[in-house]
């Protein structure tokens, strides 16, 4: 076999197992979430699976206890107008905001958590509305503003 040949096989084989590597990386860490509405919508079908549910948390329904490390708390819908809602999540909200209770068990709770933020659960949906959360994650707020005297 000529020696162009060997190369150009073997510069072949290195940039397709490149491109295979970045492949499988790309689809193991690209994970996107569901609105409460959307998970509302198709409760039936997600029931028993891992998901990611992107929502707002309901003031007054935090509950934290640090000695078991289990925080429970209710996500919703953030209302219309506030970001940039979907057809599915106007329609949904008009109506009656879809709700889930989030019970996390074995985790501190996370530093900017508080009512009103925008979360993102990631966790297993059973069949009485519950996500039992892996993990939550807390948003940023889009704006910083000055603490008022």
């Known amino acids: 076999m000529p020696r162009k040949l060997r190369f150009v096989i073997g510069v072949s084989l290195v940039v397709a197992a490149i491109a295979y590597l970045i492949i499988t ?3 193991n860490t690209a994970e996107y ?3 409460v509405s959307e998970v509302k919508a198709r409760q039936a079908e997600l029931s ?3 998901l990611r549910v992107a929502g707002r948390v309901v003031p007054g329904t935090i509950q934290w206890d640090p000695s078991s490390l289990t925080l429970k708390f209710a996500i919703t819908e953030p209302p219309p107008g506030d970001g940039q809602p979907s057809v599915t999540t106007v329609a949904a909200t008009a109506l009656t905001p879809a709700r889930f209770n989030v ?3 074995g985790q501190p709770k996370p530093d900017m958590f508080a009512p009103g933020r925008d979360v993102i659960v990631e966790g297993l949906l059973t069949g009485d509305s519950t996500l039992q959360a892996r993990q939550v994650l807390t948003s940023c707020p889009s704006k910083y503003s000055p603490k008022q005297n």
């Open 33 to 35: 979430y569901l609105t």
């Open 103 to 105: 019970m996390s068990r």
């Open 25 to 27: 990386a790309v689809r």
């Open 48 to 50: 028993g699976q891992m």
